[in-house]
């Protein structure tokens, strides 16, 4: 079924730029370290696509990692800059990516490959990967495996559920790359019920709402927070799991 609001939503973040870098979650060590080691060499070059305000920009440059990163979006590329001032920053889309041909080791796509023409873009990611190379989507979501998150997450599921499509991407294929391995990492990030309700107020469905539907969402998860004991009172880790794909270029 078509999404109307689709369009809408990928275009979305800018307007939250700052809370996004803010409150969006980063992604474990692990998690990059297995993506790296799908590379037929260690990786140097990197690119992060769609890379939004550099949540995955900034643990690969920690890795040692030259970070090239590209962002439609000027406000979340603004919010980039800011974060990571030693990536190189570009404007550009997964579709036309602004880097010559063979330019990467390595392809990393944080919390945005759903939103891409997939078969499009993964033709352009052919073209500036390196033979060898390889692609790794991730996604960052609530740990539902926990009871109390999994009744936050139900509470929350026309605003801030994980994207649908994500668990169809396992079976797509390209061509120019091997078919995809996935893996999950559970981690956490320390949050509060204020700084939790920040986050859910970046998803684009949430940004998307009429006010007062979106008021109404932020009431309703308040409140289960405010009644859960593992929530109520102070700071509290939420528990995450990364989701990662990861696919060699041929």
Known sequence: MSDPTRARRAASFGSRAAAYAEHRPGYPREAIEWGLSGARDAPRRVLDLGAGTGKLTLALTELGLDVTAVEPDPEMRAELGRVVPSATSLAGRAERIPLPDADVDAVFVGQAFHWFDVPAAMTEIARVLRPGGVLVPMWNYEDDSVPWVAKFTELDREGARRPAATEDLRGVAHPEFEPFESDRFHHAQRRTAESLLETIGTYSMVIV??????????????????????????????????????????
Request: positive net charge; glycine residues 4%; without cysteine.
């Open 209 to 250: 709402s009429a006010p007062e539907e979106s008021a109404a969402l932020l009431t309703r998860l308040r409140e289960f927070l405010a009644a859960n004991p593992a929530t109520a009172s102070g700071e509290f880790d939420l528990p995450l799991l990364t989701w990662g794909l990861r696919a060699r270029r041929r």
